[in-house]
T-cell receptor, first 117, second 112 residues
Framework: DAGVIQSPRHEVTEMGQEVTLRCKPI?????LFWYRQTMMRGLELLIY????????DSGMPEDRFSAKMPNASFSTLKIQPSEPRDSAVYFC???????????????FGPGTRLTVT | DAKTTQPPSMDCAEGRAANLPCNHS???????VYWYRQIHSQGPQYIIH???NNETNEMASLIITEDRKSSTLILPHATLRDTAVYYC?????????????FGGGTRLMVKP
């Protein structure tokens, strides 16, 4: 199993440009999560999907951020326009739906390090 | 979800047991304790979880106090590769999703 795949691994862009981050979850997983990690705020959940449908996007910082999941094997996180404060590591994670009351563990991708200058 | 408190950092000698504490005094009866770790420049990795019984797997053991207000993650024979930030997370499991809320974690440094 290849695990969660994210691309690109590193992205450097100028302020105002559009940025698209990509994620391929583990095959068969029906939950997909997008997180952002910064030194100041740690790991934050941005949005998550269940069966390709966005369930909770309350963590999305503002309208410049949008996420889609057109099918079970692909998701994107888009920032338009990007700003320097968006610089962070963005993680995608996937999991199976809860088999019991305890739920399931999440599997994280390697992350995309975004730098906005 | 209940809030957790962890020491910001700990050291451990290689080959010795690493005991990482976590306080979750406001935990509810239907909340589980999860542990993840994050090795430098990698995504978080699931370690173990439990409700009230002690749990053990190939990576670690989880000891939960009888009142469930605290827990300890035990790495029985720490190696240099176990150097990472360890996150203790308390969450309610439900059918709407299995969201995780990460706190500051404990930075474990395993030294030769």
């Amino acid at each position: 199993d290849a695990g969660v795949i994210q691309s690109p691994r590193h992205e450097v862009t100028e302020m105002g440009q559009e940025v698209t981050l990509r994620c391929k979850p583990i095959s068969g997983h029906d939950y997909l999560f997008w997180y952002r990690q910064t030194m100041m705020r740690g790991l934050e959940l941005l949005i998550y999907f269940n069966n390709n449908v966005p369930i909770d996007d309350s963590g999305m910082p503002e309208d410049r951020f949008s996420a889609k999941m057109p099918n079970a094997s692909f998701s994107t996180l888009k920032i338009q326009p990007s700003e320097p404060r968006d610089s962070a590591v963005y993680f995608c994670a996937s999991s199976l739906g809860p088999r019991s009351a305890s739920g399931r563990e999440q599997y994280f991708g390697p992350g995309t390090r975004l730098t906005v200058t | 979800d209940a809030k957790t408190t962890q020491p910001p950092s700990m050291d451990c000698a290689e080959g010795r047991a690493a005991n990482l504490p976590c306080n979750h005094s406001t935990i509810s009866g239907n909340e589980y304790v999860y542990w993840y770790r994050q090795i430098h420049s990698q995504g978080p990795q699931y370690i173990i979880h439990g409700l009230k019984n002690n749990e053990t797997n190939e990576m670690a053991s989880l000891i939960i106090t009888e009142d469930r207000k605290s827990s300890t993650l035990i790495l029985p024979h720490a190696t240099l590769r176990d150097t990472a930030v360890y996150y203790c997370i308390v969450r309610v499991a439900n059918n709407a999703g299995n969201m995780l809320t990460f706190g500051g974690g404990t930075r474990l440094m395993v030294k030769p």
